[in-house]
């Protein structure tokens, strides 16, 4: 596995490790951990559709089973965090919101999980933006489906594509995040402005070399994600995102991928990020609403609150107390859902 750079490199991470806690233990199940949730009031139905790219997007369509499917119904896409696959947060999002009587739809990114895409793992801000167009496409189509009340949830990475996304797709009528990265912004510049232009400038003659190497037919190399082991070097933020990806609490691998490569983007292809920048022009998404979600200690939460201070009006900030930012992808008891359903019912009514 390669090295690692630009979210998660050394001085970034030093820069987050004081507003990170000090400590997470393996398979923390506690304040409602439950990434794997199955609602009993919610049917479940895998469906794929086809992006304007060809690629096919693979998602699972939650439906509540009390809908009365003579009518038309607000309808939410969710997006998985960087990395991840619908199975990891995403899913837990669209079945309790389709609790809540929205019609969801949690999908794959292109080149991860059961969605389409070569090589595995690739990188590419605009395909990832243009699939949360492609799931709208899709939802319209659907006879119980009212198609101008249609929102998103975009979690962790997703929420940056979300929001690349809405600029240019009005028919997204309200956008929520939630423990948002930029991708843009942490691979330029890392956390805090961890990462100086000599060590971005190193990252990407890095993977300009790796170029070469696999053109000429050797292999593949990853970056980012998640590590595979703790030792008593591994930083808070680290042991935080093992804790999730790395134990029964969050551990899912898809088919099409390996335990291996699962959450680690292809080294090339990441460079893709350098040129990435989400929140310029994100006040043009006004007058629709925006919601921002983050934890008081999410080592991210500088995203969130860069966003808000972007975008135009109407907008909301909402911090969660005691929360972190893997908190966010799995604790029901410190997801503000009741909040995430006022906002849609306002914001799509």
Same mark, same amino acid.
């Given at each position: 596995?390669?090295?690692? &750079?630009?979210?998660?490199?050394?001085?970034?991470?030093?820069? $987050?490790?004081?507003?990170?806690?000090?400590?997470?233990?393996?398979?923390?199940?506690?304040?409602?951990?439950?990434?794997?949730?199955?609602?009993?009031?919610?049917?479940?139905?895998?469906?794929?559709?086809?992006?304007?790219?060809?690629?096919?997007?693979?998602?699972?369509?939650?439906?509540?089973?009390? /809908?009365?499917?003579?009518r038309?119904?607000?309808?939410?896409?969710?997006?998985?965090?960087?990395?991840?696959?619908?199975?990891?947060?995403?899913?837990?999002?669209?079945?309790?919101?389709?609790e809540?009587?929205?019609?969801?739809?949690?999908?794959?990114?292109?080149?991860?999980?059961?969605?389409?895409?070569?090589?595995?793992?690739?990188?590419?801000?605009?395909?990832?933006?243009?699939?949360?167009?492609?799931?709208?496409?899709?939802?319209?189509?659907?006879?119980?489906?009212?198609?101008?009340?249609?929102?998103?949830?975009?979690?962790?990475?997703?929420?940056s594509?979300?929001?690349?996304?809405?600029?240019?797709?009005?028919?997204?009528?309200?956008?929520?995040?939630?423990?948002? %990265?930029?991708?843009?912004?942490?691979?330029?510049?890392?956390?805090?402005?961890?990462?100086?232009?000599?060590?971005?400038?190193?990252a990407?003659?890095?993977?300009?070399?790796?170029?070469?190497?696999?053109?000429?037919?050797?292999?593949?190399?990853?970056?980012?994600?998640?590590?595979?082991?703790?030792?008593?070097?591994?930083?808070?933020?680290?042991?935080?995102?093992?804790?999730?990806?790395?134990?029964?609490?969050?551990?899912?691998?898809?088919?099409?991928?390996?335990?291996?490569?699962?959450?680690?983007?292809?080294?090339?292809?990441?460079?893709?990020?350098?040129?990435?920048?989400?929140?310029?022009?994100i006040?043009?998404?006004?007058?629709?609403?925006?919601?921002?979600?983050?934890?008081?200690?999410?080592?991210?939460?500088? &995203?969130?609150?860069?966003? %808000?201070?972007? $975008?135009?009006q109407?907008?909301?900030?909402l911090?969660?107390?005691?929360?972190?930012?893997?908190? /966010? %992808?799995?604790?029901v008891?410190?997801?503000?859902?009741?909040?995430?359903?006022?906002? &849609?019912?306002?914001?799509?009514?």
């Amino acid at each position: 596995m390669s090295r690692r &750079f630009a979210p998660l490199a050394p001085l970034a991470l030093a820069a $987050a490790l004081l507003a990170s806690p000090a400590h997470v233990s393996a398979a923390d199940l506690s304040r409602g951990a439950d990434n794997f949730y199955v609602s009993d009031a919610v049917d479940i139905r895998k469906v794929t559709f086809r992006n304007q790219y060809g690629m096919t997007v693979t998602g699972n369509l939650h439906v509540p089973k009390t /809908l009365d499917r003579s009518r038309r119904h607000a309808a939410l896409v969710v997006g998985h965090p960087m990395g991840a696959v619908k199975e990891q947060s995403a899913n837990l999002y669209a079945a309790k919101m389709a609790e809540q009587g929205f019609v969801t739809l949690s999908i794959d990114l292109s080149f991860w999980g059961e969605s389409a895409g070569e090589p595995r793992n690739a990188v590419s801000p605009d395909i990832y933006a243009e699939d949360f167009s492609a799931a709208v496409d899709f939802l319209r189509t659907q006879t119980f489906v009212d198609a101008d009340r249609i929102g998103a949830i975009g979690i962790c990475g997703s929420g940056s594509f979300v929001i690349s996304a809405a600029k240019i797709d009005p028919r997204i009528r309200a956008i929520a995040t939630v423990s948002m %990265y930029d991708m843009g912004a942490a691979n330029r510049q890392g956390l805090r402005n961890g990462v100086s232009v000599e060590q971005r400038k190193a990252a990407i003659a890095e993977a300009i070399a790796q170029r070469d190497v696999e053109f000429a037919g050797g292999p593949t190399r990853y970056t980012s994600g998640s590590v595979h082991a703790l030792d008593a070097k591994s930083t808070p933020i680290e042991r935080e995102f093992y804790d999730f990806y790395r134990t029964p609490r969050g551990a899912f691998t898809p088919a099409s991928a390996s335990p291996e490569t699962t959450t680690h983007p292809t080294l090339t292809s990441n460079l893709k990020f350098l040129n990435f920048y989400p929140f310029n022009d994100i006040d043009t998404i006004s007058p629709r609403p925006m919601l921002f979600i983050t934890g008081d200690s999410a080592h991210s939460r500088e &995203f969130s609150e860069d966003a %808000y201070r972007r $975008a135009g009006q109407p907008k909301r900030l909402l911090v969660v107390p005691d929360a972190s930012h893997v908190d /966010l %992808y799995d604790r029901v008891d410190l997801i503000p859902f009741d909040a995430l359903t006022t906002f &849609f019912r306002d914001g799509l009514e």
